[in-house]
């Protein structure tokens, strides 16, 4: 992460935990065949940032420039009409996509967890102790979708996880507090709520944020939404808002995590996550 960046987080993120980042991986999957055209990359961009911590983005006056200016309900509803023009994937793809998405900066052979921070063989994926497995971060059975093509294959909120600590998680909601979690890498859990490890709560955030923007009742699943509460259940609510809102502000976007966006972005589903690019928009809309 250049001085520049990280000079540029604090001033747009003041009242933000300073945490340390992973570096963004070099990835050389093949690009698909209607790959948009690069984006600056990520050591070149820069964020202007104004007293209400706004930024600006590469894709402002193109792939944003519908959404640029606008706030509230309005600003939802052109974010939703952008992001829904994707290509879908299917669950099975969706292991080799993770590979690539999630590679160790450190190590091309292996993928970052989620939830514990573990580096680990990309080749221990399944279902076993000791392997990695697909997490949907907006669980599953919240709406019902499973793992059908659309919400239930959507990388932008699918991320590796410890088998042992993804049964942890389970369907729990997000909020704060309970007790550490085995092997968790600081995540903790309650008997109705998972909070992540601090380096990935505003990643969470924006994930869940992402399926309540991209995902509203109008492409055959349900209509997706945060809530305040805890214990969802079967519901297409996740909550706790205001605690994502919070760790959206307390963990601001990681080069790794925009590395990961244009990476869906550029080979895989050609839409980004609006909330990775401009983590304001989190409080201009809720």
Request: proline fraction near 6%; charge should be negative; aromatic fraction near 8%.
């Amino acid at each position: 992460m250049t001085a520049a960046r990280i000079h540029r987080k604090a001033v747009a993120w003041a009242t933000a935990t300073v945490l340390a980042g992973l570096t963004a991986p070099a990835l050389s999957a093949a690009p698909a065949s209607a790959t948009p055209a690069s984006p600056t990359p990520v050591s070149a961009r820069t964020t202007a940032v104004t007293a209400a911590t706004a930024t600006t983005s590469p894709y402002d006056s193109t792939y944003y420039k519908n959404a640029v200016g606008k706030t509230g309900s309005s600003l939802k509803s052109a974010l939703h009409t952008i992001i829904s023009s994707q290509t879908k994937i299917s669950y099975s793809a969706v292991w080799n996509a993770l590979k690539v998405t999630d590679q160790d900066p450190n190590n091309s052979s292996n993928v970052i967890l989620l939830y514990s921070g573990v580096s680990r063989s990309k080749s221990l994926n399944g279902g076993d102790v000791g392997d990695w497995n697909r997490e949907h971060t907006w669980a599953k059975s919240h709406g019902d979708f499973g793992t059908a093509t659309g919400p239930g294959t959507d990388l932008h909120h699918l991320r590796p996880t410890d088998v042992k600590v993804n049964s942890v998680r389970g369907n729990l909601d997000f909020d704060n507090g309970g007790s550490a979690v085995a092997n968790g890498g600081g995540s903790r859990v309650d008997s109705d709520s998972f909070e992540p490890r601090d380096a990935v709560k505003g990643d969470v955030a924006r994930m869940i944020l992402y399926m309540a923007v991209r995902y509203e009742g109008d492409d055959g699943f349900a209509d997706l939404e945060p809530n305040e509460q805890v214990g969802n259940g079967s519901k297409p609510n996740i909550g706790k808002l205001s605690v994502l809102k919070a760790w959206n502000e307390q963990d601001p976007p990681s080069a790794f995590e925009e590395k990961r966006n244009d990476v869906i972005y550029d080979t895989y589903q050609h839409n980004r996550n609006p909330f990775i690019d401009h983590p304001e928009w989190v409080e201009s809309i809720w």
